[in-house]
């Protein structure tokens, strides 16, 4: 299985950025999907995740800023950013689950400037 991360960049405070993962496979076999970003010196964080049911959950430190959903018919998972801030600079890792096994995009970088 693979996931192909893209959408990051260069954006102002305030700004919005859209992320993309797209999975080799149908996402509908994995038990949950989620995105992680980790920071310079930072350990790996969860951001957001959505499930078989297509239920989502969020980091505090997201709430109402950002966006998980799903593209079945792409096998996709999108992340719209809003309201970005300096602190949410962090490479952004697209990651699946399913039983046992995990997978990991290759990362895209996010840099908020203020």
């Known amino acids: 299985v693979q996931l192909q991360a893209s959408g990051g960049g260069l954006v102002q405070a305030g700004g919005s950025l859209r992320l993309l993962c797209t999975a080799s496979?149908?996402?509908?076999?994995?038990?949950?999907m989620a995105w992680y970003r980790q920071a310079p010196g930072r350990a790996r964080e969860l951001v957001a995740t959505i499930n078989g049911r297509g239920a989502t959950a969020y980091a505090d430190f997201v709430k109402d800023r950002f966006a998980i959903s799903r593209d079945i018919t792409k096998n996709s998972v999108l992340l719209q950013m809003s309201s970005l801030i300096p602190e949410d600079t962090a490479i952004y890792y697209c990651?699946?689950?399913?039983?046992?096994?995990?997978?990991w995009g290759q990362g895209t970088q996010v840099t908020v400037f203020s």
């Open positions: 496979r149908n996402i509908l076999g994995f038990n949950i």
């Open positions: 990651n699946a689950r399913f039983a046992y096994d995990e997978y």
